[in-house]
């Protein structure tokens, strides 16, 4: 799945987490409609993705107008091609409008992505969007091809984007305790599942992609088979998951800087130690213990 990241320091998904976080600081309220969600809930990162030849996918949620954006752009070799046929092809956009107000999405894989979000009323929903290969004319997506304009010999580049083959309704719950989903993590064990992290409740589930059936995974009290987090309890709003060596899969939680000096708050890391799909193990992650505790010198397989 091209949208991993190669193996990289420990150090740098730290660094990301601070980033994503000081972004949010500069982020100003907008005015809100009749029922949109609270800018709280609203997703700080904008997830992409690189495809062959250089094209490059960037997702975002714009809650505020019930939609999700895509931009698309290839990335051009310095001195590949003229300036003027650079410009012609090198980017576009398309927009998915939603019945919801969306407030998360997460992609699974090159053609698929997970999106969460309010509905009018407060129903919490999550669906799973599915993507094609090729377009119903058989040309390969995405891609930029080349023709020409009739009468003139001028080349044109146009753009061909996955069509969206599928939308399956994975929940759909009136508001309740659990409240809405305040974000979305794609699992490290495999592409059929996605962890879902409830607002309210602030537990933790792991829904099936195909089947819609989850299970809660972590919570703040103590359940039977399942991970007691207290930590979860806190106010995180940058999340990612990866496949740590010498850890396991492992979902992260991070914060806001906490004070002008620099200092982050704690983040919190969730863990597979074995990679079997079942959370076994948590870590509170200060800025002391990602250096004792060997994350800053871990590598990571693939990050999300």
């Known amino acids: 799945m091209t949208h991993r990241v190669g193996i990289t320091s420990g150090a740098s998904l730290l660094a990301l987490l601070v980033c ?17 969600p609270d800018t709280r809930l609203w997703q700080l990162s904008a997830p992409t993705t690189t495809y062959a030849a250089r094209v490059v996918r960037t997702v975002t949620t714009d809650t505020q107008n019930r939609q999700i954006r895509m ?9 590949a091609i003229a300036a003027t046929q650079a410009s012609a092809r090198s980017a576009t956009s398309e927009v998915f409008a939603t ?4 407030t998360y999405v997460v992609v699974i894989d090159d053609y698929n992505l997970c999106v969460a979000g309010v509905a009018r009323g407060g129903d919490v929903v999550l669906e799973h969007w599915s993507f094609g290969t090729t377009t119903a004319q058989g040309s390969s997506a995405p891609s930029i091809q080349r023709c020409l304009v009739d009468g003139t010999g001028t080349p044109q580049h146009v753009w061909v984007l996955p069509p969206r083959n599928r939308v399956n309704e994975l929940l759909r719950d009136p508001a309740s305790a659990a409240g ?3 974000a979305l ?5 495999d592409a059929e599942h996605v962890y879902v992290w409830f607002d309210g409740t602030k537990s933790l589930s792991r829904v099936q992609l195909t089947t819609g059936i989850s299970a809660v995974c972590a919570a703040t009290r103590a359940q039977p088979g399942v991970l007691e987090v207290s930590w979860l309890s806190a106010e995180f709003d940058t999340f990612t998951s990866g496949d740590y060596v010498g850890k396991g ?17 704690p983040g919190l890391a969730l863990v597979d130690s074995n990679r079997d799909g079942v959370l076994d193990a948590f870590a509170v992650l200060t800025q ?3 250096i004792h505790d060997g994350w800053a010198s871990a590598t990571v397989r693939a990050s999300y």
Do not use: H, M, N
Not at 20 to 36: E, F, I, N, R, W
Not at 185 to 189: C, G, S
């Open 20 to 36: 994503l976080s000081c972004a949010a600081t500069a982020q100003v309220k907008p005015q809100l409609t009749d029922g949109c």
């Open 71 to 79: 931009d698309w752009r290839r990335c051009e070799p310095t001195g």
């Open 99 to 102: 019945p919801y107000w969306p």
């Open 180 to 182: 809405p989903i305040r």
């Open 185 to 189: 993590l794609r699992d490290p064990a």
């Open 249 to 265: 899969f492992c979902l992260f939680f991070g914060q806001r800087t906490a004070s002008a000096d620099g200092s982050v708050s």
């Open 288 to 290: 002391a213990s990602w």
